[in-house]
């Protein structure tokens, strides 16, 4: 069964602290895996898009990194205002249509 | 503004009662979804519109009801509200279904 876990499931940073999300997954014919953030009480905001493995997305302090079976989403010299859950989702292959999204890890960056 | 609102923000509601949920895309985008947010803040389809077809249609009480009069609308409407229902709703909005989507800010639904 197709599947996208993240972890950890929470997390808190000293801001500055650099550090990694993880988002794995077990999907065959990846055709996307996508990046979001989401504020408490909004709704989630897109970051990034990887279609292929070794593909490398940035922005700002955020990059997004792809693997076969992983993703890595790596905050570095985190801010408070980076708090946030950070949301993960695979398309998966063609005639399906349907996002898979992991359950989010919950970043606290403290200052 | 360019973005995907939905109407209301709020709804309490008690059981038993019908209540509809409004969304509209001034993007431009061919695709809508109805998404249900959980306590857990685990994200699950419920339906998708692709230019007023109904593509993706998951497993939820046939009391939910989706309707899309155009592209740049999706509207969600649910007969006898039970407790369970109690959740946010998201209404999201894409260029095919291979992008990043635009979700709206959500819809909480209580249920009392």
């Known amino acids: 069964e197709d599947q996208v876990t993240q972890s950890p499931e929470a997390l808190r940073l000293q801001e500055g602290e650099s550090s990694s999300l993880n988002c794995s997954y077990t999907?065959?014919?990846?055709?996307?895996l996508f990046w979001y953030r989401q504020d408490p009480g909004k709704g989630p905001e897109f970051l990034f898009t990887l279609y292929s493995a070794g593909e490398e997305k940035e922005k700002e302090r955020l990059k997004a990194t792809l693997t076969k079976k992983e993703s890595f989403l790596h905050i570095t010299a985190p801010k408070p205002e980076d708090s946030a859950t950070y949301l993960c989702?695979?398309?998966?292959?063609?005639?399906?249509?349907?996002?898979?999204f992991g359950t989010g890890t919950r970043l606290k960056v403290l200052a | 503004d360019t973005a995907v609102s939905q109407t209301p923000k709020y709804l309490v509601t008690q059981m038993g009662n019908d209540k509809s949920i409004k969304c509209e895309q001034n993007?431009?985008?061919?695709?809508m979804y109805w998404y249900k947010q959980d306590s857990k803040k685990f994200l699950k389809i419920m339906f998708s519109?692709?230019?007023?077809?109904?593509?993706i249609n998951e497993t939820v009480p046939n009391r939910f009801s989706p309707k899309s009069p155009d592209k740049a609308h999706l509207n969600l409407h649910i007969n006898s509200l039970e407790l369970g229902d109690s959740a946010v709703y998201f209404c999201a909005s894409s260029q095919g279904q291979i992008y990043g989507y635009t979700f709206g800010s959500g819809t909480r639904l209580t249920v009392v």
């Open positions: 989702a695979v398309h998966p292959p063609p005639g399906t249509y349907k996002y898979i």
């Open positions: 999907v065959s014919g990846l055709r996307g």
């Open positions: 993007l431009g985008h061919d695709t």
């Open positions: 519109y692709n230019n007023k077809e109904l593509i």
